[in-house]
């Protein structure tokens, strides 16, 4: 019995060149074929592959330092707000928080970058406050060919994390975000395939750990006692949901269903009750009276 965590970072990147079938081994390449993975694969526009290589690259922006005229040094972080309703695709105007021994301030806009609707490529205004006192950070931020290209190039950490959890869940029981099960070594080709595409990235940090467990009644039980108590307390969110004034239902039986299904699963796989049957019936009553309303 293996416990198995994944851990992706946010700064993880995974360029698409690497997931060639000619660099992967056969059993990678052919459990990376596999309609249900590939099916998660994001179609990105150019709009939303802009969007995604400038939220990259704000990350690494935020934290840095700019050497003042007195000799000290300034803590910089940028800060990309988008103004409400408004009728752009993209339409991002950043700024620069400043922190001192004294005091934080804040910079006059920039840099602006601005699409349209329909994927149509965003256009940027760097202001003469950018230009010459964050040059490095508008050219990160506002070189549009480059982050088009840089985005069409790479998977990013989100995306890392979902190909890692479909590859996980052909052979796994997921208990809860990054955490999952393997009672056989049914899963030891997925588990070295997932390892060969981890260490595809070029960086970031994307990695597996993996706990071996004796696979014992006791063993069996007290995991049975930790699944229990943590999707209780899904139980009583989806609970607190319905006790909203205008409840969306729908959404708790989606919710509800997949709980009942997770439920299941795992006792299949372990083989023993999970304790979380009278909180799920007494949920399934409020929901069927709400149905009825």
Known sequence: ???????????????????????????????????????????????????????????????????????????????????????????????????????????????????????VVAVTDVTAEGRQLYPDLVASLCDISDLLSFGEQHWFANDVRRMAQDLLRQDVLPLWPGTFLALSGTATVTLDALRILLSKTSHGSATLRILSLDNTPANREALARELGEKWSEEVQEITDMLGFTDPNVKRCQRLFDALIAKVKQAEELLGIEIPIWDGLADLELSLSMLSLD
Not at 84 to 98: C, G, P
């Open 1 to 119: 019995m293996e416990l198995i965590r994944l851990s992706v970072t946010k700064d993880t990147l995974l360029p698409k060149v690497h997931l060639a079938t000619a660099e992967l081994p056969d059993t990678v390449t052919s459990l990376w074929a596999c309609d249900t993975i590939q099916a998660t694969l994001p179609q990105r526009n150019a709009t939303d592959t802009l969007r995604v290589a400038l939220a990259y690259h704000a990350h690494i922006w935020q934290k840095f330092t700019r050497l003042l005229a007195d000799g000290t040094l300034q803590e910089c972080k940028v800060i990309i707000d988008s103004p409400k309703n408004s009728d752009k695709a993209i339409d991002y105007r950043i700024r620069v928080r400043r922190r001192d021994s004294k005091n934080v301030s804040y910079s006059d806009e920039v840099a602006t970058i601005q699409s349209g609707t329909g994927g």
